[in-house]
C-alpha cells in the first residue's frame, strides 16, 4: 500500500507560482509512476502530468505544457508539481496518483493508489 497527502495549494492571483507536493507513505513510492490529475466543479478529472519512476520521462497536458514541470526525489518519497503563469482556469482540486508506469498514464485506471486533493485557486 502506498498512501499520498498533497500539500502546497492555495490561494493565487493569475500569473502567479504554486508548488505543490506529493509526499508518500507506506510502500516506497520509488518503483511507481506518479500522476498528477485536477478536477473543476462540475468538471471531470482531467490529467495534468505524470514522471516516470526514474524520472527519465514526462508527459504534459497540452494545457499545462510549458507552464508546468513535474519532478521527483525518491530518497525523500516525494514528487512536485511546479505550476507558473496560473491562469484562472487552473483553479482545481489537485491529486496525486501512483502506479505501475502503465502506456495509458492519461488515464484514471492507470494509477492505483490517490491522495486527498489539495485546492488551488488562482484570481483573476
Known amino acids: 500500500q502506498v498512501q499520498l497527502v498533497e500539500s502546497g495549494g492555495g490561494l493565487v492571483q493569475a500569473g502567479g507560482s504554486l508548488r505543490l507536493s506529493c509526499a508518500a507513505s507506506g510502500r516506497s513510492v520509488s518503483a511507481y509512476a506518479v500522476g498528477w490529475f485536477r478536477q473543476a466543479p462540475g468538471k471531470e478529472r482531467e490529467f495534468v502530468a505524470t514522471i516516470s519512476w526514474i524520472a527519465d520521462r514526462s508527459y504534459y497536458a497540452d494545457s499545462v505544457k510549458g507552464r508546468c514541470t513535474i519532478s521527483r526525489d525518491n530518497t525523500k518519497n516525494t514528487v512536485w508539481l511546479q505550476m507558473n503563469s496560473l491562469k484562472p482556469e487552473d483553479t482545481a482540486v489537485y491529486y496525486c496518483?501512483?502506479?505501475?508506469?502503465?502506456?495509458?498514464?492519461?488515464?484514471?485506471?492507470?494509477?492505483?493508489?490517490w491522495g486527498q486533493g489539495t485546492q488551488v485557486t488562482v484570481s483573476s
Open positions: 496518483a501512483a502506479g505501475p508506469g502503465r502506456i495509458n498514464y492519461y488515464a484514471h485506471s492507470a494509477y492505483d493508489y
